[in-house]
């Protein structure tokens, strides 16, 4: 059972969207304004009605649980540490079935605030993609088949229920192409935004966040993060004397090289004109700076063979500074500090000779 969640979790994909933990802070304040919204306003029909139901009154009252829900989630937990998958999904569901038990267990002051439960379901699709729209619109078609029939109220309506009925038929069909579109778009852009036009490895932008993730599984594993950053000697020789076309191709081909030497999970990113940036995680604290050294000292000739074969009048070498960062060191509290003070190894590689890698 728990492998066919963790199955299903992944086939939605709902957790691994762009800003997701804005998302869910802004989920959260959504949810708590519309149960709150609707604790009032259910509470004021049922103190009106000469006889209140038991399904008038509970209603208000499960609508101001979820509020307070809604409340501490916000306060105590997305405050303070990253949105958790379960909750995000358990989340997705009951915003949607809260909703559709709301409007249907207190009709005479909520049956016509049934289109709340289209907002919900399509900015919910706009946030986190077409298959987590498909996810919350099922969770709301099945309360809603489950609950409109018990209503007399919304039997007795047909007008309204066939208005809700069509409502559902338009979401998936309206709005399903037009976030397909919009999530299609956006990926687009973002990869454009985050990548190097020349070798279509990561930018700086990219970089950034990359080692904020990786420091924080480093730090879950108890392993080193480096910070690998590599620099060509003489690559303004190439690009004075045989011409910028052939310093690009030049770029294209180390890119390409030092590709080939990263393992899988390494991330590799041009952060500068010839500037490559190289990070490798889920080093051992015993050996992981010798293992650091041995692949910068790899990546280092790997960069000098490839240029010797297509530029060898121009000597282009690689200079490589290494920063190894364990969880708790003071030295790099920002993400960009790690980049800075391989940057400062690099310099010192320099100083002592180039075509070699130096451990900061």
């Known amino acids: 059972m728990r492998r066919l969640l963790q199955r299903f979790i992944s086939y939605v994909g709902a957790h691994n969207a762009q800003q997701r933990d804005a ?3 802004d989920r959260a304040r959504q949810r708590a304004v519309i149960s709150a919204a609707f604790a009032a306003m259910t509470a004021w029909g049922a103190w009106r009605a000469p006889v209140p139901s038991l399904l008038d009154a509970a209603v208000p009252v499960l609508s101001l649980c979820y509020t307070l829900v809604a409340v501490l989630h916000l306060k105590f937990v997305l405050s303070r540490r990253r949105a958790g998958v379960t909750s995000q999904y ?3 569901v009951l915003d949607s079935a809260v909703t559709v038990l709301a409007c249907v267990g207190a009709p005479a002051v909520l049956a016509a605030f049934y289109p709340v439960l289209m ?3 399509v900015r919910c699709g706009m946030r986190y993609g077409l298959r987590t729209m498909w996810l919350s619109w099922a969770s ?3 309360a809603a088949a489950a609950l409109l029939p018990l209503s007399d109220f919304w039997v007795a309506q047909e007008q309204l229920l066939r208005s809700f009925l069509i409502m559902m038929v338009v979401i998936p069909v309206l709005f399903g192409p037009l976030i397909r579109t919009l999530h299609r778009v956006t990926s687009e852009l973002r990869v454009a935004a985050g990548s190097d ?3 279509g490895l990561s930018n700086r932008r990219t970089l950034t966040e990359h080692i904020r993730l990786a420091r924080e599984r480093c730090e879950r594993e108890g392993t080193l993060l480096a910070v690998m950053l590599f ?3 003489n690559f303004k020789v190439v690009n004075d004397t045989l011409g910028h076309a052939i310093g690009d191709q030049l770029l294209e081909r180390v890119a390409a090289a ?3 030497c990263c393992r899988s999970g ?3 990113a041009r952060i500068g004109g010839d500037e490559f940036v190289l990070l490798v995680e889920g080093l051992p604290p015993a050996t992981g700076r010798q293992r650091a050294q041995a692949i910068a000292d790899k990546v280092v000739a790997v960069v000098q063979a490839t240029a010797d074969e297509l530029v060898p009048v121009a000597e282009v070498s690689a200079s490589a500074g290494i920063y190894c960062w364990a969880a708790g060191e003071p030295a790099a509290a920002a993400d960009t500090d790690l980049i800075e003070l391989a940057d400062r190894a690099m310099y010192a590689a320099k100083r002592g000779g180039k075509g070699r890698a130096v451990m900061a």
């Open 23 to 25: 998302h869910e802070r």
């Open 90 to 92: 358990v989340f997705i």
């Open 119 to 121: 907002v919900q379901i």
């Open 140 to 142: 709301g078609a099945l």
């Open 197 to 199: 036009p020349l070798t």
């Open 231 to 233: 620099d060509l000697d």
């Open 258 to 260: 030092i590709q080939r």
């Open 266 to 268: 390494d991330f590799l």
